[in-house]
């Protein structure tokens, strides 16, 4: 019975803590541009050339 108690007690933790990460990146700005993922395989990417 003990270890069910601890197995709830370390889940409980893993949980919060994936909660204050997506908290923290909703927060940070992490999803706010949701278009530009999707056409950035369009953009051609340029090609510096140092003199």
Do not use: C, N
Request: hydrophobic share 55%.
């Amino acid at each position: 019975m003990t270890i069910i108690f601890l197995l709830i007690g370390i889940s409980l933790l893993v949980a919060l803590t994936f909660l204050a990460a997506f908290l923290w990146a909703v927060r940070s700005g992490q999803y706010e541009d949701d278009y530009t993922p999707a056409v950035r395989m369009l953009f051609e990417d340029e090609i510096e050339q140092d003199e």
